[in-house]
Nanobody, 123 residues
Framework: QVQLVESGGGLVQAGGSLRLSCAAS????????MGWFRQAPGKEREFVAA????????YYSDSVKGRFTISRDNPKNTVYLQMNSLGPEDTAVYYC????????????????WGQGTQVTVSS
């Protein structure tokens, strides 16, 4: 089992940056592929980024490619999402999630979820 807790969200001006963190409980963190999703009010949850269990492979949504970077630190049981060049369209609740296999972009492919952290980008 894995428990996930996101942090680092907040209010940022357009063009600015934020780094989200996802802290995982348990010693099995390194066996999971991790992903970030986001959900804006009135919209469906959408895929943002994914990283393999070793951190050697990453995959991004076209909407964030080149602006966001996903990384993980397995000894610290933590996955990160560095978000640069933020715009109002990035405003959403951001969720981290754990899956058994890398490369999945559907929410149903992820077994464990955090509670989410709000990111608001002002124009």
């Amino acid at each position: 089992q894995v428990q996930l807790v996101e942090s680092g969200g907040g209010l940022v001006q357009a063009g600015g940056s934020l780094r989200l963190s996802c802290a995982a409980s348990g010693r099995t963190f390194s066996t999971y592929a991790m992903g970030w999703f986001r959900q804006a009010p009135g919209k469906e949850r959408e895929f943002v980024a994914a990283i393999s269990w070793s951190g050697s492979s990453t995959y991004y949504s076209d909407s964030v490619k080149g602006r966001f970077t996903i990384s993980r630190d397995n000894p610290k049981n933590t996955v990160y999402l560095q978000m640069n060049s933020l715009g109002p369209e990035d405003t959403a609740v951001y969720y981290c999630a754990a899956a058994a296999a890398f490369g999945r972009s559907r929410p149903s492919d992820y077994r464990y979820w955090g509670q989410g952290t709000q990111v608001t980008v002002s124009s």
